[in-house]
């Protein structure tokens, strides 16, 4: 007989499982879906650019024996005591509420181990991460939750917030479930409801009004310490120009891989620049103007590993930031919680619905029983080694361009593997002289 | 007395001056010529009267002192106070008092938009007319208004209360108009007597504050953001 021949199944690239998934959850639910982190797309990124290493036309550094500086000191424009970091890596601003006490103390401890800062957050400075941070960035955020001037005075920098990765031109939510005593309390708010963190902040709006509460911040600290502002990646060309030119001593620009506490998935995914695509326009604005090194450029969203530190010191920034990589070493999605992810339905690894307070790994959590599976010190212990592997790597990858700083890197020593990252990079095409877009 | 002359002297060099001061000083500035950031970052229980007018964030994130302008003030005035008290015999810009935490704020004249965006327990007194949107997102603490408000009075408010003796264009999302109880009314009487307030009539003042709908997210709600 025949064999008759029968059609495979026809799936659709448009309509494919995850999208009906997230049709059919709209509609049951009628909310759009909030979590954390930053986006998960495939987007063109450090992957795709490659170093050349030297040869003949340049010599190496021998990898034990030669030195390859890694300090780098950020806010020396205008402060009179900028930051003294031993490495070119700092730890990001996250907020204690969005994170319990225990992890905010565990990246305190950590930084100060390797001699890094450490960032507050919406929420305001906690006595332990204070207590545990030697060089401690203060948040100047919209909500100004716990905002207040003993502790901006404590504070070793401040940062300016005006955006986020996640959500450029978007505020914040910390949901009713995570707002236990303390939280309520340092936020001025009522336990149990949600928190809006407003997208813009209250008392200015544009550049000019900028350049005056950055006036006002160095009149109450005396100009002591450096203002960071730190923007989200959306045009960095223009608003690094502004934030330099608004009296920033160090700019931050943070690209759509960078995490949040708790944002619509539409927002993470739809808003943004990837932040391959951010550092050579912030790098130019600051050229143009005559102030790069001088204000000092951190490039933060989706930083994992030292390579990628080595090509956005590459590419010019003076600095890197972590967060979502920060929490995975202190225990974020650990394999060993798997059974406990199961539970919420999820698994290690993907995980990412911070705002309800449940992490097994008592990290993005209130719930004090959850916390207690955190060991600060253990924390702590884990970033420090996480942050050590990451500038090794980093100089292995110095050294073999033949330089003796981190930020003796530059373009040249790169090529792209994609026409993509090669436009976005400002660097040729493996193989190629050919730069696109220019 | 001392005297801090403008004309004399840098912001930094009288800032720097006001805030290393002893307590119970009293500082007189002259020639203030609309200055930004002047007199921020107090500390200590001391007086300053500036005579003229100031620009933006005068008297930010003060605790414990007596700022009087004898004149107008910019934007911000009084931002993310703690507590002491701030007094303007004119006019105020926009964002008046934004996420204060403490003290008061006493305005002769009126206050612009914004006016106590975000309070979180400073008390904010207008004896004029306050713009749109006053005591948006206002989390604690309370903005009296002698004259009328702007439109979206309280809009997104939290538990601060309001308090308007004219009338208003229009209430923001979740603002309601209260019952005037007589705690309230105390409550009111204590404010101003604080801020030596005299003429005033208790009677003409409606309250107003949060309906507490939008407190937690509820997707039939979307459509009043």
Known sequence: ?438 | MTILDFNKLSLRDINKTLQGSDKNSFFSIRNPKGSHALAVGINKQITVKVVGSVGYYCAGMNKFSDIKVEGSAGPGLGENMMSGNIHVTGDVSQYAGASGHGGSILVEGNASSRCGISMKGVDIIVKGNVGHMSAFMAQKGNLVIFGNAGHALGDSIYEANIYVAGEVASLGADCIEKKMTKKHLSKLENILSNANVSDYNLDTFRRFGSARSLYNFNVDNAKIY
């Not at chain 1, 970091?85 to 905010?104: D, R, Y």
């Not at chain 1, 033949?402 to 930020?407: M, V």
């Not at chain 1, 003796?408 to 400002?426: F, I, K, R, S, Y």
């Open chain 1, 1 to 438: 007989m025949k064999r008759k021949s029968i059609t495979e199944p026809r799936t659709s690239h448009t309509f494919d499982a995850y999208t009906n998934s997230e049709i059919r959850r709209a509609a049951e639910t009628g909310i759009y879906d909030i979590r954390g982190g930053g986006s998960k797309r495939n987007l063109p990124n450090f992957d795709d650019l490659l170093f050349l290493g030297a040869s003949i036309s340049r010599y190496p550094l021998e990898g034990y024996r030669e030195s390859c500086n890694t300090k780098v000191i950020l806010g020396d424009r205008f402060s009179s005591n900028p930051l003294n970091l031993e490495i070119p890596i700092t730890v990001a601003g996250m907020s204690f509420g969005a994170l319990s006490a225990q992890a905010k103390e565990a990246l305190g401890r950590g930084a100060s181990l390797v001699g890094t800062s450490t960032t507050t957050g919406d929420g305001g400075m906690t006595k332990e991460e204070r207590g545990h941070s030697k060089q401690l960035v203060y948040q100047l955020l919209p909500s100004r939750y716990g905002m207040n001037p003993d502790d901006l005075r404590k504070a070793d920098a401040i940062e300016i917030v005006v955006g986020q990765g996640a959500k450029p031109g978007g505020g914040g939510m910390l949901l009713g479930q995570k707002i236990n005593d303390r939280v309520a309390e340092m936020r001025t708010l009522p336990k149990g409801i949600d928190q809006r963190s407003p997208c813009r902040h209250p008392d200015w709006t544009g550049p000019d009004d900028m350049e005056i509460k950055i006036l006002e911040l160095r009149e109450i600290t005396g100009w002591k310490v450096p203002i960071f502002v730190k923007i989200a990646g959306s045009r960095p060309y223009y608003d690094v120009a502004l934030a330099a030119k608004s009296g920033a001593d160090v700019v931050v620009v943070d690209g759509m891989q960078g995490g949040t506490a708790a944002t619509q998935e539409v927002f993470i995914e739809n808003v943004g620049m990837p932040t391959l695509a951010c550092v050579r326009p912030a790098v130019r604005a600051l050229q143009e103007l005559g102030l790069h090194r001088k204000v000092q450029l951190i490039i933060s969203g989706g930083i994992r590993n030292g390579a990628d530190v080595a090509k956005a010191l590459a590419l010019g920034a003076d600095a890197v930031s972590i967060g979502s990589a920060a929490l995975i070493a202190l225990g974020d999605n650990d394999p060993r919680y798997q059974k406990d992810y199961e539970k919420l339905g999820t698994t290690a690894g993907s995980f990412d619905d911070w705002h309800e307070g449940l992490d097994p790994a008592g990290i993005t959590t209130q719930d004090k029983k959850l916390a207690k599976r955190l060991d600060p010190k253990l924390g702590g212990r884990r970033l420090a080694n996480y942050l050590n592997v990451m500038t090794m790597e980093a100089q292995t990858i110095a050294r073999a361009c033949g330089k003796n700083d981190l930020r003796n890197l530059e373009p040249e020593d790169l090529c792209a593997l994609t026409v993509e990252a090669a436009a976005m990079a400002g660097v040729p095409l493996a193989g190629t002289n050919w730069i696109p877009g220019t």
